[in-house]
């Protein structure tokens, strides 16, 4: 038989608190059938949300790089330093894409 030491048995009571409070807190919020489509309709809302601040980011990227395209027009700059900005657009957009997907997993 495994023993229990003092610090288990706090660590065990602390756990089942911690448990049971949240339980608490958080049941009022998903008995209702109120609560739960306030709930949709507050994560639809950010996902709209979420979807049109990609869409101003990607416009953003556009302009940025053709700012840098036009920059090579005038002779202000090189077509190397398109390249960069590209390379730059894109992995602002590979992080992006990397952290949904690391939020998706912890769901």
Same mark, same amino acid.
């Given at each position: 038989?495994?023993?229990?030491?003092?610090?288990?048995?706090?660590?065990?009571?602390?756990?089942i608190l911690f448990l049971q409070l949240s339980l608490v807190v958080?049941?009022?919020?998903?008995?209702?059938?109120?609560?739960?489509?306030?709930?949709? *309709?507050?994560?639809?809302?950010?996902?709209?949300?979420?979807?049109?601040?990609?869409? /101003?980011?990607? %416009? #953003? =990227?556009?302009?940025?790089?053709?700012?840098?395209?036009? *920059?090579?027009w005038t002779n202000k700059s090189q077509w190397g330093d398109v390249?960069?900005? /590209?390379?730059? %657009? #894109? =992995?602002?957009?590979?992080?992006?894409?990397?952290?949904?997907?690391?939020?998706?997993?912890?769901?």
């Amino acid at each position: 038989m495994k023993q229990v030491t003092f610090f288990q048995k706090i660590k065990n009571r602390a756990d089942i608190l911690f448990l049971q409070l949240s339980l608490v807190v958080i049941s009022p919020f998903l008995a209702t059938n109120a609560h739960a489509s306030a709930f949709t *309709k507050l994560t639809n809302l950010f996902t709209q949300w979420k979807t049109e601040f990609y869409g /101003l980011l990607a %416009v #953003g =990227a556009f302009i940025y790089v053709m700012w840098e395209i036009v *920059k090579v027009w005038t002779n202000k700059s090189q077509w190397g330093d398109v390249g960069g900005k /590209l390379i730059e %657009v #894109g =992995a602002a957009g590979a992080i992006i894409v990397a952290v949904e997907f690391a939020w998706a997993m912890l769901k």
